[in-house]
């Protein structure tokens, strides 16, 4: 869980003073984004009500930096003189933590959806396991491949992408993977050509190759592989036993126009 803590403060505010009042946020605003301490901001309006409802949410590293980091520092008294006349419309505001209650809807489909599911994931670990035995830069890092290997990278990539949990049921989780490379000494050199037969094999077994979905592939292609890189290392300390990570869309959710 992180540590983070979620401030709203909820405002009612005259109709006939909202424009004033979203403009003197707009203007605080820019003090929030300075702030070491913030995390994110966004201010709400209600719909159903004739007078005008907002809801600002502003998430802190913690309820500490916000009290005596930012409340303390050479922003606030600016942020302050822009929203204190508005102090007196404020009906609650206090801080809140996450709980374990916490999800996502099907509003979006998940990447491992929007490839085509488990047969997309299995055609891209076949293509790809056969351009790697092939290759001169990485069949030594395979030698010796267990014929069950490219199934659970499928597994894997399935469940990283937002598929089911099939690889943490039969294997294990992130340690699992990692375990994986311990002492293998990968160089850059193989990790890229790693990065690049994935992204051909992709073509080839007909991944979706809309801006959105292979942003979103390669950025974890590429946080994967360095980590795999780091752990190979003689240095490397293993993680603690952590899940398989989720991987999202980002910045940029699937262009549906």
């Known amino acids: 869980m992180t540590a983070h803590t979620v401030e709203y403060v909820r405002y009612h505010i005259p109709e ?15 003090q929030l984004a300075a702030a070491p301490q913030c995390v994110d901001y966004e201010l709400a309006r209600c719909e159903e009500d004739f007078v005008a409802h907002f809801v600002l949410r502003i998430t802190w590293t913690s309820t500490e930096d916000h009290i005596e980091g930012f409340r303390k520092s050479e922003l606030f008294p600016d942020f302050l003189a822009e929203i204190r006349p508005y102090i007196a419309d404020i009906e609650e505001m206090r801080h809140y933590k996450p709980t ?50 490219a199934e659970h990278v499928s597994l894997w990539l399935a469940e990283v992408f937002g598929g089911p949990p099939g690889y943490s049921e039969t294997q294990g989780g992130h340690g699992h ?19 690049s037969l994935i992204q051909d094999a992709a073509d080839e077994a007909g991944l979706p190759t809309d801006a959105e979905f292979r942003s979103a592939f390669l950025a974890y292609i590429e946080w994967g592989t360095r980590l795999a890189v780091y752990f190979s290392g003689p240095d490397a300390k293993p993680p603690a036993e952590q899940p398989v990570p989720k991987w999202g869309w980002g910045v940029m959710p699937p262009y549906q126009g």
């Open 16 to 30: 006939d003073r909202s424009a004033e009042f979203l403009a003197a946020y707009t203007r605080a605003a820019a």
């Open 177 to 195: 993977m990692v375990a994986k490379h311990l002492g293998r000494g990968i160089t850059e050199p193989q990790r890229r050509r790693w990065v």
């Open 100 to 149: 374990t209650v916490r999800g996502a809807g099907s509003a979006v489909p998940t990447l491992y959806e929007w490839a085509g599911g488990a047969e997309a994931f299995a055609r891209l670990t076949s293509v790809f396991y056969g351009k790697v035995l092939k290759d001169d830069l990485l069949a030594p890092v395979f030698d010796g491949l267990a014929p069950e290997h």
